[in-house]
């Protein structure tokens, strides 16, 4: 795989200089285009051979484009705040918004060949984490992202040499490490795991290219050309898309809803009921249990993650309140969504809550969530049906991932009949205190009731898995579902703590 590159290409001084007034001009423009336009991010990773000059070529590029709109970012072992997260928490935290262009020096590809060669990962692990990536690309290529991959080479010879020569100048030594020679005694097997690698995530959206780094003229030049071939190309795609969109001047599509006769929530006995007196007492217990568990679960490191769905006004934020009463304000965080903002929307619509995640003993309450791809975005057509289907697979990889970093993740769908929904909005129109709650958006959703119901029973169907099951609340009456939903919270918190 790597002979075609270890030719010992070279390019001369005199050359270099002629060819790099034109290449740079090019790329300025192709970036001034990218950022005019705004469509999609420019995700550039570097890795490869130890000295085989990753991070000169970042720097030239910098040096030859507009560095304001240019985000290099160096990644290394994962910190404490880091290693509290899903691995892919700080890739997506770190992704340039639309427009923009992110160089990536050690990213996501790092961990994966270290652990391959010093044995920290056996296949099937090594493939599983390689797969992740890969579902992490289709992600960010999917929503359009232009995504290129350089892996930069030099033969086991050439990097001896070129280790001795930084070691042996004063000025550059300081560039060599220990790790460095290390992974050079292990260079076969480094070049293995990379076959493996590119093998395995050499895609057509997310294509690989192999640059031989001796020459460091030619190196650059190369990696320069391919950015605007492969820029340029891009560009064109999205051009032609806005200006056909801007012909087209058609409004949203929303797709017939195909109802079922039946969903999940038919099954649901909406009609259960608590005595006040009742709630009020074990209200008061569960509340008391969950702080103490709140407080044992920050000790150990322990995070939550709270998801809370389901028609307007069927109580979504009087359980909430009832439920982080009791929890360190400190420590606990309830996240609402609605309308993204213009720097949301500039990003894969995961990106904001990625950025949520709660770190080590925190808990992330989402009122609304990433669940408005496939409910209110599917309703009002703000997302094409093609993106709303592959969502289904996008929140399940998402979710599968802060299950696995040990985080708790339970998901509420609270449920109530259309006829109480109306009886509540008559109710929040005469309430001196709550009728702000009630908005125009409110009484035009309660005119797709049907449909809506039809996504929720999607979402159900298609997003409850083992890993991340749905919970569903009957919330005709809020004094059951505030219980019924702490009680759940408790019992889940308590068996996590107890059995970490």
Request: no cysteine; net charge positive; glycine share 6%.
């Amino acid at each position: 795989m790597f002979d075609a590159a270890e030719l010992g290409q070279k390019v001369s001084k005199s050359e270099f200089k002629e060819r790099e007034l034109d290449l740079r001009s090019r790329l300025l423009i192709l970036q001034y285009r990218t950022l005019e336009l705004a469509r999609f991010p420019v995700i550039i990773d570097f890795a490869g051979v130890d000295g085989a000059g990753k991070g000169s070529t970042v720097n030239m590029l910098n040096k030859w484009m507009d560095p304001r709109w240019l985000r290099s970012i160096g990644y290394r072992a994962p910190t404490e705040e880091e290693r509290a997260r899903p691995r892919f928490w700080r890739y997506w935290r770190d992704l340039p918004q639309k427009g923009r262009i992110g160089l990536y020096l050690s990213g996501r590809y790092s961990r994966p060949l270290l652990g391959r060669v010093y044995g920290g990962s056996d296949e099937l692990e090594f493939d599983r984490r390689l797969a992740e990536i890969i579902r992490f690309e289709n992600a960010l290529v999917d929503d359009g992202a232009l995504i290129l991959k350089f892996w930069m080479h030099l033969s086991q010879a050439h990097q001896k040499k070129r280790l001795d020569e930084l070691s042996a100048d004063p000025l550059q030594s300081y560039k060599v490490s220990d790790d460095d020679w290390k992974n050079h005694e292990n260079y076969n097997d480094f070049i293995a795991a990379a076959e493996q690698i590119i093998a395995r995530t050499n895609r057509g959206g997310a294509p690989w290219n192999i640059v031989e780094g001796v020459d460091l003229n030619y190196r650059h030049l190369r990696v320069g050309a391919i950015i605007a071939a492969e820029l340029a190309r891009h560009l064109d795609t999205h051009e032609r898309q806005a200006a056909s969109a801007r012909n087209a001047e058609a409004p949203r599509h929303v797709e017939p809803v195909a109802m079922n006769p039946t969903t999940v929530f038919d099954g649901l006995d909406l009609s259960q009921k608590v005595a006040r007196r009742e709630y009020q007492k074990k209200m008061k217990k569960y509340q008391a249990r969950l702080g103490y568990l709140g407080r044992k679960a920050f000790d150990k490191g322990i995070s939550t993650v709270l998801v809370f769905e389901g028609p307007d006004a069927s109580g979504k934020g009087g359980a909430i309140r009832r439920t982080i009463w009791s929890l360190d304000a400190r420590t606990s965080r309830v996240h609402q969504f609605a309308a993204p903002t213009d720097e949301e929307r500039a990003h894969h619509y995961l990106w904001r809550f990625w950025r949520k995640i709660p770190r080590a003993g925190f808990v992330s309450v989402f009122d609304r969530s990433w669940y408005g791809r496939v409910l209110v975005e599917r309703a009002e057509g703000f997302a094409t049906e093609d993106e709303w289907r592959r969502a289904y697979n996008e929140i399940n990889d998402f979710e599968s991932q802060i299950v696995e970093r040990g985080i708790l993740l339970l998901k509420f769908w609270l449920h109530i009949s259309e006829d109480e929904q109306l009886e509540r909005f008559k109710k929040r129109e005469m309430s001196p205190y709550k009728h702000w709650k009630l908005t125009d958006e409110d009484w035009r959703n309660r005119e797709q009731w049907d449909a809506y119901e039809q996504y929720g029973h999607d979402v159900v169907q298609y997003t409850s898995t083992q890993k991340a099951p749905w919970i569903l609340v009957e919330a005709n009456s809020k004094l059951h579902a505030r219980l019924r939903v702490i009680k759940t919270v408790t019992d889940h918190l308590e068996d996590r703590v107890e059995s970490d």
